[in-house]
């Protein structure tokens, strides 16, 4: 049991723009800023979005993130087949002193 | 480029020891603080420890209960996981990763939780 909450999958058609939803708790999202990270089939995780909504350098701006009180989300436009992936959240939990990831999405591009 | 590469991992039974390396290249490795993930089939990532610049000042998962130990050797830009009383519970991949920030100021800081690179990971199975 994951202690940041994410829908299981989550599927579109190209073109399409899509979201995942990350609920948390006061002690995590509530406090403390959320990264989302993207990882393709038998790689390792990559981080798409930092600090809530801040995007590293070579990451595509079709990839948004917000917060809202204790939840995230990640949104995707323009979905593309090589967004197939699993995406996870990940915060900073204050009373676990540590960070906790959600238990990821599988995006599906149909 | 950033590289970080993972190695040690195998299978070991129940009780039995290993000890993870992850050798670090394409950056000043003795600025930034660095961690151990690791994800368990079908399952999402779980931190598992964080180690300051210095080595100094760790830090671990409540769920470990002491058996992992973290370090880092800055002259071989190599952090190292060493892990004992390994239980089924601990069969996963193990991930090493970087934290973005460069020489904090802080001397106990051992991380931001923001992973901004990761290694390809080594896989741990323990038997019983």
């Known amino acids: 049991q994951s202690v940041l909450t994410q829908p299981p999958s989550a599927s579109g058609t190209p073109g399409q723009r899509v979201t995942i939803s990350c609920s948390g708790s006061?002690?995590?999202?509530?406090?403390?800023?959320v990264n989302w990270y993207q990882q393709l089939p038998g790689m390792a995780p990559k981080l798409l979005i930092y600090t809530n909504d801040q995007r590293p350098s070579g990451v595509p701006d079709r990839f948004t993130g917000s917060k809202s009180g204790t939840s995230a989300s990640l949104a995707i436009s323009g979905l593309q087949s090589e967004d197939e992936a699993d995406y996870y959240c990940?915060?900073?939990?204050?009373?676990?002193?540590?960070?906790?990831f959600g238990g990821g999405t599988r995006l599906t591009v149909l | 480029e950033v590289q970080l590469l993972e190695s040690g991992g195998g299978s070991v039974q129940r009780g039995g020891s290993l000890r993870l390396s992850c050798a670090a290249s394409g950056f000043t490795f003795s600025s930034h603080a660095m961690s151990w993930v690791r994800q368990a089939p079908g399952k999402g990532p779980e931190w598992v420890s964080g180690i300051s610049i210095s080595g100094d000042n760790t830090k671990y998962a409540d769920s470990l209960k002491g058996r992992f130990t973290i370090s880092r050797d800055n002259s071989k830009n190599t952090l190292y996981l060493q892990m004992n009383s390994l239980r089924a519970e601990d069969t996963a991949v193990y991930f090493c990763?970087?934290?973005?920030?460069?020489?904090?100021?802080?001397?106990?800081?051992?991380?931001?939780?923001?992973?901004?690179?990761w290694g390809q990971g080594t896989l741990v199975i323990v038997s019983s």
């Open positions: 990763a970087k934290d973005p920030v460069e020489k904090p100021t802080n001397p106990v800081f051992t991380g931001t939780g923001i992973f901004d690179y």
């Open positions: 990940e915060a900073w939990d204050d009373s676990l002193k540590g960070p906790v």
């Open positions: 006061s002690s995590n999202i509530g406090r403390n800023t």
